[in-house]
């Protein structure tokens, strides 16, 4: 038995393997290799208040600025002030953060500004945060005696006594599909932690990589834990739109810098949407953006800089530039075809402040979790900064339980006695591509009751249909994967179906406007309470 077993290896777990003691056993999981997940993608930076003129009620007040009445002010405040701590330990660790004076390492820290925050607040290792942080977390992590790392593990589902048939609802540790040797093993641990990102890939289009489906949300919720606030993704206005291109996101400072968006006849259209046109902020241009696709059914439309002199898009755009150049555009001669793309998960498990679900010994931290902390839009640079600051709260709290007794309870094998291997594996990779289109097309960026009642519709055909393969067949990671982003699905439908009105990230054409009774009201869905009739918590 594991004293913690960690599933997900970004920044959110691996802060909290590297801040748990010496001392006890861990285990963290990767369902592929362990630097893959959002966090290396991460680009611009993690937010902290660092500068003299800065404050943590300027940063508080921003940050519930962007979460449009949702945000819970005392996790707000909680996370903010410990934005410091944050990166002097990520500074321990060796990130190499960009500093004012490039050939002074102890110069202060280089801060960016980034939308909606009032000051400049954002640390960064120059545009490649996210790589900067992974990799110096794992080196620390390879280099620890007590954590063992299981890469190209997935895990299926969490074992609880309630499962067992037990009354009380504790967290026993996970049923594991080793993607090599497609072995399923029982992994028992006192704590179990879910830090297993987010579900943008519910969504055609997404910034994230192919592992952001969700996972440890829908585990949760089999297990007995609320799913919080499901209806606010975000979604990135510009990701280059190419059959290969994943995860290739067009840096919004292209149209900072002057870049023109512009339809399939070359007309510019966003100075109809807002008088800030290219420069509105992010939601407004995402949702002209999805507004125009939709009115003239095109795949996607453009975003053009090259009217500006080259040497100035080179020395600017150097990264985009090269990413758009593999994929055959020219950006000093074209324009970029681009589409919005789901970004980041602001909803997840529902969790106090020290990372702890519903479920005893359940804990879950970073994007897959809700703590309070985005409300109704989550504000540039903020979910780095929950992923280190629950991390190492979410250490505090199962460090200080390690004295309690175990559970000890037998925990049966994995059971294949009633299943065959798949002779239709087409119904998985027809069944992903199914949902992620019509969560595109019916639940993306702007809603109406209409297109989400021909959701649901669907979901619930598609979940009867998963739910009968799940029983026949062998488990593979694509069907793990698959059962979980249907699952993630049905809930951002159902808690888009229950906000009758618009707020942050959630627009509906059917209640446009924000209706201030649901100003704190988050969108709680609870697994013991909520009707449907194929989700079951097996
Ligand atoms: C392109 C891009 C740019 C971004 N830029 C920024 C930025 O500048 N600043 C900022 O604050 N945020 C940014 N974000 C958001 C931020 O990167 C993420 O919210 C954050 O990194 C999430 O970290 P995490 O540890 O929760 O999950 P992740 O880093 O996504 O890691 C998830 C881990 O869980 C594992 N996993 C998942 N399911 C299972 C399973 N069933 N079994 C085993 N393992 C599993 C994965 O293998 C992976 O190791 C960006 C995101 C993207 C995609």
């Not at 992974?134 to 499962?163: F, G, M, W």
């Not at 834990?225 to 919004?252: D, G």
């Not at 059914?297 to 080259?310: A, H, M």
């Not at 909803?347 to 679900?357: A, C, E, K, P, S």
């Amino acid at each position: 038995m594991y004293d913690v077993l960690i599933i997900g290896s970004g920044a959110a777990g691996l802060t909290l393997a590297l801040s748990l003691p010496q001392n006890c056993s861990i285990v963290v999981l990767s369902k592929a290799g362990i630097c893959e997940g959002s966090t290396v993608y991460a680009q611009g930076g993690i937010s902290a208040v660092l500068d003299e003129h800065d404050s943590i009620d300027a940063h508080v007040a921003d940050t519930l600025n962007a979460g449009a009445g949702l945000c819970v002010e005392e996790v707000v405040r909680y996370t903010v002030a410990r934005g410091a701590t944050a990166i002097d330990w990520l500074l321990e660790g060796g990130v190499p953060f960009t500093r004012e004076d490039k050939n002074n390492a102890n110069s202060p820290l280089h801060l960016t500004r980034e939308g909606g925050h009032s000051h400049r607040r954002v640390a960064h290792a120059a545009d490649a945060s996210g790589h900067a942080i992974e990799t110096s977390l794992v080196r620390q992590v390879r280099a620890r005696d007590n954590i063992t790392v299981l890469e190209h593990h997935i895990a299926i589902d969490l074992i609880t006594s309630r499962k067992l048939g037990r009354d009380s609802n504790h967290c026993l540790g996970a049923y594991v599909l080793n993607c090599h040797d497609h072995s399923v093993s029982t992994l028992q641990a006192r704590f179990t932690v879910l830090a297993t990102g987010g579900a943008s890939k519910v969504y055609l289009y997404t910034s994230n990589p192919d592992g952001a489906s969700g996972d440890g949300i829908a585990m949760a919720w089999r297990a007995g834990c609320r799913v919080t606030n499901m209806e606010f993704m975000q979604f990135h206005p510009t990701c280059l739109y190419h059959p290969h291109a994943k995860s290739s996101l067009i840096t919004e400072a292209v149209r900072g810098e002057g870049g023109h968006l512009l339809l399939p006849d070359g007309q510019r259209f966003m100075q109809h949407f807002d008088p800030r046109a290219e420069l509105a902020p992010r939601d407004i241009v995402a949702r002209a953006i999805d507004h125009e696709i939709k009115r003239l059914g095109v795949d996607c439309l453009y975003l053009d800089i090259s009217y500006k002199p080259r040497d100035f898009i080179l020395e600017h755009f150097p990264t985009v530039y090269a990413t758009c150049q593999e994929f055959g555009y020219d950006i000093t001669q074209e324009p970029i075809p681009v589409v919005p793309a789901a970004h980041y998960t602001c909803g997840g498990v529902m969790t106090n402040l020290q990372g702890q679900t519903d479920v005893d010994g359940l804990y879950c931290i970073g994007e897959a979790s809700y703590t309070g902390l985005h409300g109704a839009n989550r504000m540039a640079s903020n979910s780095l900064l929950e992923c280190i600051v629950f991390g190492q709260a979410a250490s505090e709290s199962i460090t200080q339980r390690l004295a309690e007794p175990a559970v000890e309870i037998p925990l049966p094998d994995w059971d294949e006695s009633r299943v065959t291997d798949s002779d239709e594996q087409v119904v998985i990779s027809h069944n992903w591509d199914e949902i992620r289109r019509f969560m595109w097309d019916y639940v993306g960026i702007v809603r109406t009751s209409k297109r989400l009642a021909r959701a649901q519709h669907r979901i619930d055909l598609l979940l009867h249909e998963i739910d009968e393969y799940y029983a026949h067949f062998r488990v593979t990671s694509d069907l793990v994967e698959l059962r979980n982003l249907a699952l993630v699905a049905w809930m951002i439908i159902r808690s888009a179906q229950e906000r009758k009105e618009s707020r942050g990230l959630h627009y509906t054409l059917d209640y446009p406007e924000a209706d201030p009774t649901l100003a704190d009201m988050p969108t709680i869905l609870d697994p013991m309470t909520t009707y449907h009739p194929r989700i079951v918590m097996t």
